[in-house]
């Protein structure tokens, strides 16, 4: 089970070895990892980070989303290039 409160873009790039990734529901939230699965991993400790984070600054915490989805892509320069 992937366990992810918000949902996640994962981008592919031109390198093979190279995936960037976002949350639309976690406004600032970003990383970069070498695999679906290394993203998949950073983000799940990433977004409690953030979260966390958000708190600490007293900055608005999104609710969680209900049905968090995940969408795997081409990066927008590769879906404009192809």
Do not use: N
Not at 49 to 70: A, F, Q, T
Request: glycine residues 8%; hydrophobic residues 40%.
């Amino acid at each position: 089970m992937i366990d992810l409160r918000y949902s996640l873009v994962i981008e592919a790039t031109a390198e093979p070895d190279f995936f960037s990734f976002y949350s639309p529901d976690l406004e600032g939230f970003t990383g970069v990892g070498h695999s679906v699965e290394d993203c998949l991993y950073q983000a799940k400790w990433g977004m409690a980070e953030h979260v966390r984070l958000l708190k600490e600054l007293d900055l608005p915490v999104p609710l969680p989303s209900g049905r968090p989805r995940i969408v795997i892509e081409d990066a927008p320069a590769l879906r404009r290039a192809g």
